[in-house]
């Protein structure tokens, strides 16, 4: 795990990515606790220069990891239909929404976009059950943002750093667009489910625009 500050119940990305992620030179990178950068990569090229965007390996890469997953896609059900409502509010078409088992993490996969011009959102099946509407659609808001916010500077194979000013930018843009209430709704759920624990949620509500 790359630069991962994760405070996570048992079914989070570390027990997910410790089972699927494990392959012969694998490992999950970018993975971070309430809504990430999804990228596994090569260990080798962890340190090797930044390779040009590859749409073909993207595409690869995209279904390898989903499969890994056990990811599948979604079209209907309680986190399409509030993925929907947020994509209209930002004014953008519905990403791709695949449904993952045990986790209640989220993540998008970096660069997605330019593949699909839709982008791809994975939702651990838990976080459809755990949070209520008002708090998936803070959830989802956050993972939007990202993907809204994607230069597509870093593909799917490539080593994605946790960056805390990019999670609170995409707070903070989430929260222009939908509204402050789901934001805060889905930081504080996260602080009960993970019994206080999680500091980044801590942190991500206090520096919060008012
Ligand atoms: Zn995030």
């Known amino acids: 795990m790359g630069g991962e500050q994760l405070a996570a119940p048992e079914e989070g990305w570390v027990s997910v990515a410790s089972r699927l992620f494990t392959g012969p030179g694998r490992i999950l990178a970018g993975i971070t606790l309430l809504g990430a950068i999804l990228a596994p990569q090569d260990i ?3 340190t090797g220069p930044a390779s040009p965007f590859n749409i073909q390996a993207q595409s690869g890469c995209e279904a390898e990891m989903l499969g890994n997953m056990g990811a599948r896609e979604v ?3 309680k986190a399409y239909d509030v993925l929907a409502e947020i994509a209209r509010a930002y004014g953008r078409a519905i990403p791709h929404l695949y449904i993952f088992p045990r986790s209640w ?3 998008y996969i970096a660069a997605s976009a330019v593949v699909d011009g839709r982008g791809k959102i994975v939702v651990g099946q838990q976080a459809i059950e755990r949070f209520d509407t008002l708090a998936l659609k803070g959830f989802l808001g956050h993972e939007m943002a990202h993907l ?3 230069s597509a500077a870093r593909g799917c194979n490539d080593y994605v750093l946790r ?6 930018d995409a707070d ?5 667009t939908l509204g402050m209430r789901p934001v805060k709704a889905f930081l504080e ?3 009960v489910l993970t019994e206080g624990q999680n500091g980044d949620a801590r942190h991500r509500l206090e520096v919060l625009p008012r």
Request: no cysteine; hydrophobic share 55%.
């Open 172 to 176: 903070a843009l989430a929260a222009r």
């Open 44 to 46: 080798a090229s962890a």
């Open 105 to 107: 993490n989220m993540a």
């Open 75 to 77: 079209f209907s059900g």
């Open 148 to 150: 809204i916010s994607d």
């Open 189 to 191: 759920r996260v602080l």
């Open 163 to 168: 960056d805390p000013q990019m999670e609170a």
